[in-house]
């Protein structure tokens, strides 16, 4: 991929000059831009185009479209083998000017390649997100590898405005808008291997914070029986998704993997022979045969609005992204008795607390009994490493945890550390599941507005919760009992009579 500019984008934000170069090539120039800029521009463009002057804020959204597909996307592209892989973090980070002054076109090329390392090291080191976190004496970038967050590079703070510029115009942003938060998005290959990048800016005190979502293509096709789950599990899950209607919803705290849940189940009943609509906040992957929609409060299409509209387009299987109030809830409640099959997520800890956070949105207990199939509460637990996890024998306190006998032999697992995991002791992660499934025993105890421990109790009655199916994956040697009270504690305490 070759620039669609032969003026360096750094050139053209400091003079206020960029050259267009389409059916009708043109020189754009900023209003407030010196006019002796152009000579230089005519000069790195070999030949006079005709000129158009505009105001800071249509250059700047000029400057984001024209520079957009420069620099990362063709840097991942063309260089990831060559540059990017052969490169360390740290020679990138020693390449960057020692200047005070970032802005010109020799310290551009530093940047650029700086950016496309760290993405192309978060790739490889699987990482879910990357934080670009300025503060007075330093830029610390850190990557979210397997739900946990460590530093991997500290900048110096001269880096920030250059690098969060970059990161803004790749990813379509307002580089002059600094004072509110603002969402992009990039999509771009690597290695063969398709990622969808998510872009966050925060105002902060020293600068902007920015954080990239890493999202990989590869995981938008999963199917039910790759997520991990437990046999008895997943056959509930999948005979509440083979019927024609009902609502399943799955739960959990944000980064628990709920979207790639829901998109397996979708990728199950995605045969063509149905009509599945989504309406997504953002639509995270593009799933082939499948209708997505995207929210945008701005214009205001909401989950409600957006549900509502995908209800007339003749719809078999419907995915709501999230359900977050009482009109949201309703539609889906009325989607659902009118013979659809509804999908959709909600943030509460434990399975049947969706039915409590339901009622509390104002959805009548009478229509929840009646519409809801199963709820799913899940967790991501980090594997141990199978290179250098060490086994042990439980004391007594973890006995107790374990609900097994003083004098019974339980081995466990522990982290250790070791090159193959990077001194972690962790190396990936797999899912935990407890799946609540809405029979008529069930009904009976939500339309008479029970307790959440007395449906817990009848829910799980044979069945194993979050932290029981923790417990199991500790007893396999698959986690640490520490990694399970990490993530499954509460619901532990919650169900603890159950």
């Known amino acids: 991929m070759t620039a669609r500019t032969p003026i360096a984008y750094s050139f053209a934000r400091e003079r206020g000059v960029a050259l267009c170069t389409g059916e009708s090539p043109v020189f754009l120039l900023r209003a407030d831009a010196d006019p002796m800029a152009l000579v230089e521009a005519r000069r790195a463009a070999g030949r006079a185009f005709a000129v158009e002057r ?26 990831a083998d060559d540059e990017v892989g052969a490169q360390s973090l740290s020679r990138l980070i020693d390449e960057i000017p020692k200047t ?38 330093r830029v610390s970038v850190r990557f979210r590898v397997d739900g946990v967050l460590q530093e991997t590079v500290s900048l110096s703070p001269r ?4 690098l969060v510029s970059r990161i803004k115009v790749m990813s379509r942003l307002d580089i002059a808008e ?9 999509t771009l290959s690597l290695g063969g291997k398709g990622i969808d990048v ?5 105002p902060s005190r020293y600068g902007e914070r920015v954080v990239l979502r890493l999202l990989d293509k590869e995981s938008a096709r999963f199917s039910l029986d790759q997520l991990g789950m437990e046999p008895g599990a997943l056959a509930d899950l999948t005979r509440a998704l083979s019927q024609p209607n009902g609502i399943v919803l799955v739960t959990g705290p944000t980064g628990a993997g709920k979207t790639t849940t829901l998109y397996a189940g979708l990728n199950g009943l995605n045969d063509q022979t149905r009509n599945i609509l989504t309406v997504e906040d953002p639509v995270e992957y593009a799933v082939p045969g499948i209708g997505q929609t995207q929210v945008n409060t ?35 409640v009325q989607a659902s008795l009118t013979g659809h099959l509804v999908l959709s997520t909600v943030h509460t800890n434990s399975a049947v607390a969706a039915i409590a956070r339901l009622r509390d949105m104002g959805v009548e207990s009478y229509l929840l009994a009646s519409t809801l199939s199963a709820i799913v509460a899940q967790r991501l637990v980090r594997r141990l490493c199978p290179s250098c996890k060490q086994p042990y024998q439980a004391d007594q306190a973890e006995l107790e945890l374990l609900g097994a006998g003083p004098d019974e032999a339980v081995t466990l697992w522990r982290p250790a550390g070791c090159e193959h995991c990077k001194d972690l002791g962790y190396a990936g992660r797999r899912g935990v599941y407890e799946v609540a499934v809405v029979d008529e025993g069930l009904r009976t105890l939500i339309h008479d507005d029970a307790r959440e421990g007395d449906l817990a109790r009848h829910a799980f009655k044979g069945r194993d919760t979050l932290y029981a199916a923790g417990l199991k994956l500790a007893r396999e040697g698959e986690t640490s009992l520490a990694e399970v009270l990490r993530v499954c504690r509460d619901e532990g305490e919650r169900h603890a009579g159950v």
Not at 159 to 162: D, Q, T
Not at 303 to 309: D, E, M, Q
């Open 178 to 186: 600094k004072r509110i938060p603002q969402d992009g998005r990039l």
């Open 198 to 202: 998510r872009v966050s800016t925060l």
């Open 100 to 137: 005070e002054d970032l802005l010109d076109s020799a310290s551009d090329a530093p940047i650029i390649r700086l950016i496309n390392g760290l993405i192309a090291e978060a790739v490889r080191l699987s990482a879910s997100d990357i934080h670009v976190e300025p503060f007075e004496d």
């Open 54 to 79: 505009c105001d800071a804020k249509a250059f700047d959204r000029a400057l984001s479209e024209l520079y957009s597909f420069d620099g990362l996307a063709a840097g991942l592209n063309e260089e």
């Open 298 to 332: 701005k214009v205001g299409m909401t989950f409600a609005a957006g549900l509502r509209a995908i209800l007339r387009q003749d719809p078999d299987v419907v995915m709501v992204g999230e359900i977050r109030d009482r009109e949201t809830a309703e539609i889906a």
């Open 159 to 162: 880096v920030a405005p250059p």
